[in-house]
């Protein structure tokens, strides 16, 4: 009998991604993304076992890594791989429409799912310089699908009030959304469709059909509406079909906690999240 009774949010987050996965999909993730690439093998170990994914910096072709690496540049990530692909001829294919989902973070997120990795502040008065996007500023624009994920809803205190991660408007667009100052994704000529899912540590979102506003879509067991608002730079449009999220199953749990044997996983969220844990 599987003795598994609980599991951790950072298990449940993963678990959150692989369900935005559809069978047969082509997905990307980029470099330092080990909560993408738990969730994509996740997914093609259970739901979705047609899917073809390109792992990570190295460019290896649906890798089979036999545990996750503390790094997705990590070489592991070529073991079992059908080929290495450029990145170059990754940039090619997301040009033609061929990637049909990537995942992508963001030290800020918009209400319009456009998000900055680049500078908080803007441009022309940087409080912080970021690392940037790499390749997300140009394959968020061809992509079918964005998902897009932060581990750090949670509004911060400091000496001038709440500083959110979930704003009303970036300090600058690295990836983007469904609109921008500039218009929206049919006016850009954009190819691809745009941000489908927002997941946080407080809920998930898709967004609203009319307006591409973010909207509440499902809550956590231990968050609650009044959570999301108080931790969020502007009201979001709530789903009148509100859910909980599920829990994986112990079956799924054991194959995160073999694959990642190392807790890499872990390592992104605050110290004060992984304690969030839920029975199943």
């Known amino acids: 009998m599987n003795s598994i009774s609980q599991c951790t949010i950072d298990e449940l987050f993963i678990k959150l ?20 690439m738990i969730a994509v093998l996740l997914a093609k170990n259970t739901h979705a076992p047609h899917i073809v994914h390109i792992g990570g910096n190295p460019g290896g072709l649906d890798p089979n890594p036999p545990f996750l690496p503390p790094t997705t540049h990590d070489w592991t990530m ?15 294919l997301g040009s033609r429409g061929d990637i049909d989902r990537m995942f992508l973070s963001g030290a800020q997120i918009d ?15 940087i409080k912080v310089k970021l690392p940037g996007g790499g390749g997300g500023a140009k394959l968020s624009c061809d992509v079918k699908n964005l998902v897009l994920w932060t581990t750090r809803h949670r509004a911060r205190q400091s000496s001038r009030g709440k500083v959110f991660t979930i704003v009303p408007k970036v300090d600058f667009i690295t990836a983007v959304g469904h609109r921008t100052p500039n218009g929206s994704r049919k006016e850009l000529g954009l190819l691809g469709n745009g941000p489908e899912w927002v997941i946080t540590n407080l809920g998930v979102f898709d967004f609203e059909e009319k307006s591409k506003s973010m909207r509440l879509r499902f809550l956590y067991p231990d968050t609650t509406v009044d959570d999301v608002i108080a931790n969020t730079g502007f ?46």
């Open 17 to 36: 991604m692989a369900n935005t996965i559809k069978d047969g999909e082509l997905l990307f993730y980029g470099g330092s993304s080990p909560l993408a």
């Open 78 to 92: 070529l073991e079992q791989s059908l080929g290495v692909l450029s990145i170059d001829y990754v940039f090619d």
């Open 111 to 125: 209400m319009y799912g456009n998000t900055n990795v680049t500078a908080i502040g803007g441009i022309e008065k």
């Open 235 to 280: 009201e979001p449009v709530i789903h009148p079909d509100l859910r909980v999220v599920e829990l994986p199953s112990p079956a799924e749990l054991e194959f995160i906690r073999q694959f990642d044997s190392l807790d890499i996983r872990k390592r992104e969220f605050p110290e004060e999240e992984i304690e969030r844990k839920f029975s199943l």
